[in-house]
């Protein structure tokens, strides 16, 4: 059985998306130019998640997309053949607040990936970035403008983020190093 420490339970993920949507709500000037778009996989949920989430607190709908960055990026040769998943930006991206939501931030890499992969979709008046967990060793210059829980951790440990419309439960766990080998 792998071990792990539990970073944040069902409960402490739902108060840190409401948190996360307060906050994406407040620094948002107009919420009809909002717009969410989830990153394959587990960035989609969450992107739903939090549009409901809007939607509760300031009874706004904003249009929530989904991206895939397969094609996108710069490790392909490493990570083997994947199946691409759907990119759904079904509308127009112009002008728009968007939100890239993901995770887990990491190196950075698969965001910067997002990013050129928005560019075949229109241009976002700007391009802000929101996490469940950053754990830190960017190898680019991108840091997301919207974070749920910063975890320190050491390159050779991996965070793992559950959520109930993919895994069954909601949950995010640390796998320390001993654990991955």
């Known amino acids: ?14 108060r840190t998306l409401n948190r996360l949507a307060s906050e994406i709500v407040e620094r948002t000037s107009a919420l009809d130019q909002l717009a969410l778009v989830g990153i394959h996989t587990r960035g989609v949920p969450l992107a739903y998640l939090l549009a409901e989430q ?24 490493s990570i083997g053949i994947r199946t691409p998943e759907r990119t759904e930006i079904e509308f127009d991206l112009s002008g728009k ?6 995770d887990v931030i990491y190196s950075g890499r698969t965001i910067r990936a997002a990013m050129n992969a928005v560019n075949d979709y229109g241009r976002p008046e700007m391009i802000q970035l ?13 840091h997301p403008d919207f974070v749920g829980k910063v975890v320190p951790t050491a390159r050779d440990e991996a965070v793992k983020v559950f959520i109930a419309a993919i895994d069954g439960y909601d949950a995010v766990h640390l796998i320390p190093r ?4």
Not at 54 to 77: C, H, M, P, S, W
Not at 178 to 181: K, L, M, R
């Open 1 to 14: 059985m792998t071990s792990f420490v539990e970073l944040l339970s069902a409960e402490d993920m739902r």
């Open 54 to 77: 809007i939607k509760q607190l300031e009874n706004q709908a904003v249009a929530v997309g989904t991206l895939d960055i397969t094609f996108y990026r710069d490790d392909l040769d």
């Open 178 to 181: 001993d654990a991955n080998h």
């Open 130 to 142: 929101a996490v469940l967990v950053d754990r830190g060793h960017r190898q680019v210059p991108i």
């Open 97 to 102: 607040t968007l939100v890239l939501v993901d």
